[in-house]
C-alpha cells in the first residue's frame, strides 16, 4: 500500500481512550465497509510520538472519532504507523478560526465529562495582546527540585477563593522598596508568634517582645485611652 491514508480511532462501545501498553490504538478506514466501528475493525497500530525514549518522551493518545493520518512502512499492511491527527468538519479546532488565528497551544478534553471541561495552554502572538494562559480544569501541582525565580515587570495579582498555607523552612524577606504594604483581615484575627522575640521598629522607636517580656522605646511615648486607662501590676514603678 503506497502512500498516507485517513482512518477514524475506535474503539469498545462507551470507551474514548483505548489503548494498550504500548500506547496503539485502533482504526477503521473509510474503504472498510464491513468494519463496525468498535476494538475489532483492524490490528493494534503504533502512533508517532515527538520523542519517545525507554521510560521518557512525550505522549498524546489519539481518542475515539479522531481522524488521523495512517503510513504502511515499506508499503506493508501489515505495518501500519499513525503519523499525526487532522480536524474535519466534526472534530474542529480547540479556538475558532480564523477569528483566533494569532492563537497556539493545547487543549485536552475531561474525558467522561462534558465538553465544557478542559486543560489547556495557549499562546496568543498578537503584537501587543501577546499573552500566555494555563488553566488546570481541577487541581495544578508544580514541584521544583532547587530553585525558582519569578520577575513580574508590571503588577501581579493573586485570588484564592478557599485556604491559603504556606511552609518555608528557612527564612523569609519581604523588601518593599517604594510605596507601603498593608494587610487587612475583613474577620477574625491577626495572630503573630515566634519562637524567641518579635520586634516592631520605625526609626529610634521599637516595640520588643520576648518570652514574658515587653520593651517599649522611643524619644517620646504616649499612652491615650479614650475612655479609661488602666496599668495593672504586682508593682508598678514610674520615673524610677
Known amino acids: 500500500i503506497s502512500g498516507p491514508q485517513t482512518a477514524i480511532i475506535v474503539g469498545p462501545p462507551g470507551e474514548e481512550i483505548y489503548t494498550d501498553e504500548l500506547g496503539r490504538v485502533k482504526v477503521q478506514f473509510h474503504w472498510d465497509r464491513y468494519g463496525q466501528f468498535n476494538d475489532k475493525s483492524s490490528c493494534w497500530v503504533r502512533v508517532a510520538q515527538s520523542g519517545a525514549s525507554g521510560g521518557f518522551g512525550s505522549i498524546q493518545i489519539p481518542r475515539v472519532g479522531d481522524e488521523v493520518v495512517v503510513v504502511f512502512l515499506d508499503g506493508n ?6 503519523m499525526g491527527s487532522v480536524y474535519n468538519s466534526k472534530n474542529t479546532p480547540p479556538w475558532s478560526l480564523p477569528a483566533n488565528k494569532t492563537q497556539s497551544g493545547f487543549l485536552t478534553r475531561s474525558t467522561k465529562g462534558h465538553g465544557g471541561t478542559a486543560n489547556f495552554f495557549r499562546f496568543e502572538d498578537k503584537s501587543g495582546a501577546e499573552q500566555i494562559i ?6 495544578m501541582d508544580t514541584e521544583i527540585e532547587l530553585d525558582e525565580t519569578h520577575k513580574v515587570g508590571g503588577n501581579r495579582a493573586i485570588s484564592v477563593t478557599g485556604t491559603h498555607t504556606e511552609v518555608i523552612k528557612k527564612d523569609t524577606a519581604m523588601n518593599v522598596q517604594e510605596g507601603s504594604l498593608t494587610i487587612q483581615v475583613d474577620k477574625q484575627f491577626i495572630q503573630i508568634s515566634a519562637k524567641t522575640h518579635i520586634i516592631l521598629q520605625v526609626g529610634s522607636s521599637s516595640i520588643k517582645m520576648t518570652d514574658g517580656r515587653i520593651e517599649i522605646t522611643g524619644d517620646s511615648v504616649d499612652i491615650f485611652g ?4 488602666f496599668i495593672h501590676g504586682k508593682r508598678v514603678d514610674i520615673n524610677k
Open 134 to 139: 494555563m488553566h488546570a480544569e481541577r487541581n
Open 226 to 229: 479614650k475612655t479609661d486607662t
Open 77 to 82: 499492511p501489515d505495518r501500519p504507523l499513525i
